[in-house]
T-cell receptor, first 112, second 114 residues
Framework: EPEVTQTPSHQVTQMGQEVILRCVPISNHLYFYWYRQILGQKVEFLVSFYNNEISEKSEIFDDQFSVERPDGSNFTLKIRSTKLEDSAMYFC??????????FGSGTQLSVL | GESVGLHLPTLSVQEGDNSIINCAYSNSASDYFIWYKQESGKGPQFIIDIRSNMDKRQGQRVTVLLNKTVKHLSLQIAATQPGDSAVYFCAEMGGGGSNYKLTFGKGTLLTVNP
């Protein structure tokens, strides 16, 4: 069964450092997303991406965040200068033409 | 405020019983809802979806009911098993085309006792 894969599963970084979270969406999907979940809270939308550009982004997705599809299979989320409050589980998702989203297992980001 | 919310944060059932998890939404224009299951340390896993032109949809051991009049949907799990223990989220799909966006509720923790 096709699935969204994310690496690494855990990332520990120092405040102010840059991190890149990586995702391989389902191969025939065209829409890609990042969501995050702070411990004990609901899953929150960050950004959607289609046709090599951002479709929509939330208030959380400020200038410190960026996304990229560097090749035909990877989709990345970069945080330029991490803050303590960026600590969360980050989920990548992809969807088909009808919008049904499938999520990866997430990257647990810990900012110290 | 959030447009999708859950009535109960926790639900504990005995193995073999049926489980019902409820969810309310506030946007009467919402037309697509999805239930996700999230096990500890994993991403949300699709369970079942329903569009607003339906009021019931069945899957394997799961049924989703949608009541548009009172803006309420529920997830019914038949013969609940220990493997069903997880957090269940209802989510509303907004946007369309290149702007799909899920708005999640807070989640209900389902605990199945053997």
């Amino acid at each position: 069964e096709p699935e969204v894969t994310q690496t690494p599963s855990h990332q520990v970084t120092q405040m102010g450092q840059e991190v890149i979270l990586r995702c391989v969406p389902i191969s025939n999907h065209l829409y890609f997303y990042w969501y995050r979940q702070i411990l004990g809270q609901k899953v929150e939308f960050l950004v959607s991406f289609y046709n090599n550009e951002i479709s929509e982004k939330s208030e959380i997705f400020d200038d410190q965040f960026s996304v990229e599809r560097p090749d035909g299979s990877n989709f990345t989320l970069k945080i330029r200068s991490t803050k303590l409050e960026d600590s969360a589980m980050y989920f990548c998702a992809s969807s088909d033409l009808f919008g049904l989203m499938f999520f990866g297992s997430g990257t647990q980001l810990s900012v110290l | 405020g959030e447009s999708v919310g859950l009535h109960l944060p926790t639900l504990s059932v005995q193995e073999g019983d049926n489980s019902i998890i409820n969810c309310a939404y506030s946007n009467s224009a919402s037309d697509y809802f999805i239930w996700y299951k999230q096990e500890s340390g994993k991403g949300p896993q699709f369970i079942i979806d329903i569009r607003s032109n339906m009021d019931k949809r069945q899957g394997q051991r799961v049924t989703v009911l949608l009541n548009k009049t009172v803006k309420h949907l529920s997830l019914q799990i038949a013969a609940t098993q220990p493997g069903d223990s997880a957090v269940y989220f209802c989510a509303e799909m907004g946007g369309g085309g290149s702007n799909y966006k899920l708005t999640f509720g807070k989640g209900t923790l389902l605990t199945v006792n053997p």
